[in-house]
């Protein structure tokens, strides 16, 4: 497998997050984001191994949810101790989700949606670019971007 930041052939890639952005990156590269994944290759298989899951790949957390989430629970009629109780979570987590000052998992994503009966995730389009070097190698983003130290 090749690091999508430098180039490098690895058996062990990350999938990281940096700036919002998801990349496939090695161990020296990964250091710049969030790890999100573990993926490594033996044998030609692959394996892998999640530290923690977000939203899945074709969604993500729509921009101003906190305010989607507190403006939901009041057109409801509820405290943020009756949300709290209905997910079965603590007072002081939603009121941190509400001001965004957290961002929820994938599985309270799912009980605030089904119990507020809002959409807090977006669809993401992926759009892949077939350009390539002049080489014909994959062109990467230290092709692109100046990194520093």
């Not at 629970?73 to 101790?81: D, E, N, P, T």
């Not at 949300?83 to 965004?100: D, H, P, R």
Request: some cysteine.
């Amino acid at each position: 497998m090749e690091c999508e930041i430098c180039g490098e052939k690895a058996k062990r890639i990350f999938v990281v997050e940096i700036e919002g952005v998801r990349v496939r990156a090695c161990e020296k590269c990964s250091k710049s984001g969030n790890i999100l994944t573990i993926i490594e290759e033996k044998n030609e298989e692959r394996k892998e191994k999640k530290l923690y899951r977000e939203m899945t790949d074709e969604y993500l957390l729509v921009e101003n949810y906190g305010k989607i989430i507190s403006e939901a629970r009041k057109k409801a009629g509820l405290s943020i101790r009756e949300i709290a109780e209905k997910i079965g979570e603590k007072e002081s987590l939603v009121k941190k989700i509400e001001k965004e000052e957290i961002r929820p998992s994938e599985e309270l994503v799912n009980k605030l949606e089904r119990i507020l009966k809002v959409n807090l995730r977006e669809k993401i389009k992926e759009e892949r670019e077939s350009r390539k070097k002049e080489t014909g190698k994959k062109l990467r983003i230290a092709d692109v971007v100046i990194i520093r130290d």
